[in-house]
């Protein structure tokens, strides 16, 4: 009889909740890795960049336990078929595997368990991908709370050492079931080809955490710590990182509090996630769907450098600086009055660290209709977070070599215009209440 070890959004051996568990049994453990095609099927761009990512991360755990003489088993069906081989195959005794609390994987994850309860196999999940999840930092009475400063007071008063412990997986790693290695699906027989360009390290440099908050909102600079696409797979441990950050930069540490802020609102709110504004006034806009528009904004042509040489840098890499993902998405939301969820939509397609919660909160943020409490009529002007955030056109440049050139096209609409515009048509909907 053995255990299996399911990774899904954890994707390392070390300082892994779900992995320590399963290894401190008896039974000897063999871990596993689905492709989904429920998830794959639907990603039109074949040199996507997470698959890429999740590859080179499978790769390097199979290295690691192939020295140790075992294997990690890589599928590439649905989880439910995956599971059916599976018990084909092993005796099973027990599956662990770590909390995945988005919609989509919650009904996955139930459809295994009522699968695996038919074999009399239980499945065990733990907590690793957040500090605090769902319901752990709530208000005294008990209800979530939609405003994130005084949550993450409440987070950073419960937080102790208890909660960043790390687990000692690496301690019990002869525990993993001995068998020939296992050959994980390329790329090419999954319908894929590698993405090109190179992810960013799995390590935090002390010197850029200590100097984040002078730093942070500079995106000439490598001033933030692309750790996005490393917390989404679970190739960095949240609890190793947030201890960093204790150490080394509060301001730092409060942005992790705002990864799981989103996490927390999704969950007691799950209607944001299909669609809705969290404040349902804002679903009365009546967006411009202009499809022209959209796609100058998705091009990086709207003649706004800064907007331009944002969407250009998440086009090229999948990576996009977080000072220019706010003034992107407001752009699109109120510029140009299109419908954030389109904007939402793309970036899905694009982000290396794409993530449901924070890519969905912090579009709600930008189109004004999310929960905070900065009013709708706040817009940003593109020139002036140029001259305070860029003001040698450094990043600009960079993504907008044509600038000064006639290449170079005149703006898709003058700043004062789409403004007036946009707070007609918001207080027009603020008025359908
Ligand atoms: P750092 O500044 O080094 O921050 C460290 C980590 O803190 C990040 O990796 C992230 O996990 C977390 N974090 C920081 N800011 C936020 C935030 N505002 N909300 C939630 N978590 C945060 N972040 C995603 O992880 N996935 C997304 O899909 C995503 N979509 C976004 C869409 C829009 C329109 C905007 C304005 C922001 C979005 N963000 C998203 C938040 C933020 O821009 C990125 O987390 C950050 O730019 C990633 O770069 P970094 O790792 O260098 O961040």
């Excluded at 299996?4 to 300082?15: A, M, Q």
């Excluded at 942005?255 to 996630?273: D, T």
């Excluded at 694009?350 to 999310?370: T, V």
Aim: hydrophobic letters at 35%; a neutral charge; glycine letters at 4%.
């Amino acid at each position: 009889r053995i255990n299996i070890f399911w990774f899904r959004r954890d994707l390392r051996l070390d300082d892994n909740a779900g992995l320590y568990h399963a290894l401190q049994q008896e039974n000897q453990v063999l871990p596993i890795f689905i492709f989904d095609t429920n998830i794959l099927d639907q990603l039109d761009e074949k040199a996507d960049r997470r698959v890429t990512f999740i590859f080179e991360a499978l790769e390097q755990i199979q290295a690691t336990l192939e020295k140790k003489g075992s294997t990690l088993r890589v599928y590439y069906d649905t989880p439910v078929n995956a599971f059916k081989k599976l018990l084909d195959t092993y005796t099973i005794d027990k599956v662990f595997t770590n909390h995945d609390y988005e919609p989509y994987a919650r009904e996955r994850d139930q459809a295994v368990k009522e699968l695996l309860q038919q074999h009399s196999i239980s499945f065990h999940t733990y907590k690793d991908q957040v500090i605090f999840d769902k319901a752990e930092v709530m208000k005294d009475d008990g209800t979530p709370y939609t405003v994130f400063t005084p949550y993450s007071r409440k987070w950073q008063a419960t937080l102790n050492d208890f909660y960043l412990k790390s687990y000692p997986t690496h301690k019990y790693i002869r525990n993993f079931l001995k068998e020939a290695p296992h050959r994980i699906p390329s790329l090419a027989t999954m319908g894929f080809k590698e993405a090109n360009g190179h992810f960013p390290p799995g390590a935090v440099k002390e010197e850029l955490i200590r100097q984040y908050e002078q730093q942070r909102d500079i995106p000439g600079i490598t001033g933030t710590s692309h750790m996005g696409v490393h917390l989404r797979f679970g190739t960095v441990s949240i609890r190793k990182l947030a201890q960093k950050a204790q150490e080394w930069s509060t301001v730092y540490l409060n942005e992790l509090v705002w990864r799981e802020f989103y996490q927390m609102i999704l969950w007691h709110f799950p209607e944001v996630g299909k669609g809705k504004s969290f404040k349902p006034a804002y679903d009365h806009v009546r967006w411009r769907y202009n499809e022209a528009d959209f796609e100058r904004w998705c091009k990086g042509q709207t003649g706004y450098p800064i907007v331009d040489a944002g969407m250009r840098e998440l086009n090229a890499t999948g990576f996009m600086h977080n000072r220019v993902r706010m003034i992107t998405a407001s752009f699109l939301a109120k510029h140009l009055l299109i419908d954030w969820r389109w904007g939402e939509a793309y970036f899905a397609e694009k982000l290396l660290d794409y993530d449901l919660a924070a890519n969905n909160g912090n579009w709600q943020w930008a189109a004004g209709c999310g929960c905070d409490a900065v009013p709708y009529f706040r817009i940003f002007n593109p020139t002036l977070q140029t001259k305070k955030f860029d003001p040698q056109l450094i990043y600009i440049k960079k993504w907008v070599p044509e600038l000064e050139t006639l290449d170079y096209p005149a703006p898709i609409i003058q700043h004062e215009i789409a403004r007036k515009r946009c707070l007609e048509a918001y207080k027009r909907a603020l008025q359908q209440q």
